[in-house]
């Protein structure tokens, strides 16, 4: 059983990727019609299929798949799905919309980035153009008695959409608010560059505005007391903002501010070895997320019109 009940007529499926659990979620609203929240990436869609079988979902009931973005481990699988979902639409963020019809750039990248995790991940298929919703902020989407409303959440990537789900008063959060780690109950950053602070802040904001009960994460899992989470999430990358500030401005290494992030945050201190020791989060969390503080700070550094940068969202998958 890789499939659990966490709420009414939603469920989660764990895609064990690459064999590796709790590593990346499927979410799965069932009513009259069924919603799935991420795919996850090519290489799980089997996983996905067979917790979709174990859920009694009929696949021609699926009408709609939400991506939170358009990075491989969230979204892609889309394109492989759809060929098992024959009602089903790919609701994602206008910006991500082209990259799901046409992934070659963003595989490229993906490769370029992760490497060998992206392997791991699989290379996205292509989405029928006919079957791609590009979703503005505050659409509602409705399958039956399903309900999930699309939020515009920028920072994490420039095509990044939340989703809150009225029933459960919960919000799907893709890679908004970061890494929930449920064996230890924490979250740690998911900022690869091009992360954006000052925006990434008020998707926070925007987030804690709408009073959720509890935060679905796509990696990994559902958990309650949703705004004290979320505030706590704004503070921590504060944190590691602070500290990348100052290590760029006395020329430290990658090196030296990922040790003076893990010493100095509590949470990241508690889960230090567990960090080293993962085959995906050493990559995404103890480098790439490091690096998009780095780079947000040089850039802010180099920018005589850093206030402008703060608020325009303007950089590519």
């Given at each position: ?11 989660l499926?764990d895609?064990e990727?690459g064999g ?5 979620a499927?979410y799965v ?14 290489s799980?869609?089997?996983n ?7 859920l ?15 990075h491989i481990?969230h ?22 919309a ?7 750039k ?15 991940f699989g ?5 029928p ?11 509602t989407?409705?399958a039956?008695?399903i ?9 994490h990537?420039?095509h ?17 608010v970061?890494?929930?780690l449920?064996?230890?109950d ?23 505005g ?15 007391d ?22 760029v401005?006395n020329?430290?290494s ?11 945050d ?20 103890l480098e ?11 850039t ?6 850093s206030?402008?940068f ?8």
């Amino acid at each position: 059983m890789h499939t659990k009940k966490i709420g009414k007529n939603l469920f989660l499926i764990d895609l064990e990727t690459g064999g590796i659990q709790k590593i990346i979620a499927s979410y799965v609203l069932k009513g009259d019609k069924t919603i799935i929240v991420e795919t996850g990436p090519s290489s799980s869609i089997p996983n996905l299929l067979s917790g979709l079988k174990e859920l009694n979902v009929k696949t021609e009931d699926v009408a709609y798949v939400a991506l939170s973005h358009v990075h491989i481990d969230h979204g892609g699988g889309a394109g492989t799905l759809l060929g098992s979902l024959p009602n089903a639409k790919v609701i994602v963020h206008p910006r991500g919309a082209s990259h799901l019809i046409n992934p070659k750039k963003l595989w490229r990248q993906s490769r370029a980035v992760l490497g060998e995790v992206a392997e791991m991940f699989g290379e996205p298929v292509p989405v029928p153009e006919e079957r791609v919703i590009a979703a503005a902020d505050g659409v509602t989407f409705e399958a039956g008695n399903i309900k999930l409303k699309a939020i515009e959440t920028l920072g994490h990537a420039s095509h990044h959409l939340s989703y809150y789900e009225p029933v459960n008063r919960g919000v799907f959060s893709g890679d908004a608010v970061g890494i929930y780690l449920s064996q230890f109950d924490v979250v740690v950053p998911t900022s690869p560059p091009p992360f954006r602070l000052g925006i990434a802040l008020a998707s926070i904001d925007k987030l804690i505005g709408l009073h959720p009960q509890a935060l679905y994460f796509s990696h990994f899992g559902n958990a309650s007391d949703a705004v004290k989470r979320l505030q706590d999430y704004a503070l921590q990358i504060r944190l590691w903002a602070d500290i990348a500030r100052e290590g760029v401005k006395n020329k430290q290494s990658v090196e030296e501010i990922r040790e003076r992030i893990l010493s100095e945050d509590k949470v990241a201190k508690k889960i230090a070895g567990y960090l080293r020791s993962h085959p995906i989060y050493v990559k995404t969390v103890l480098e790439n997320s490091v690096r998009g503080f780095i780079e947000f700070e040089e850039t802010v550094k180099a920018n005589s019109r850093s206030k402008l940068f703060y608020i325009q969202p303007r950089f590519s998958v």
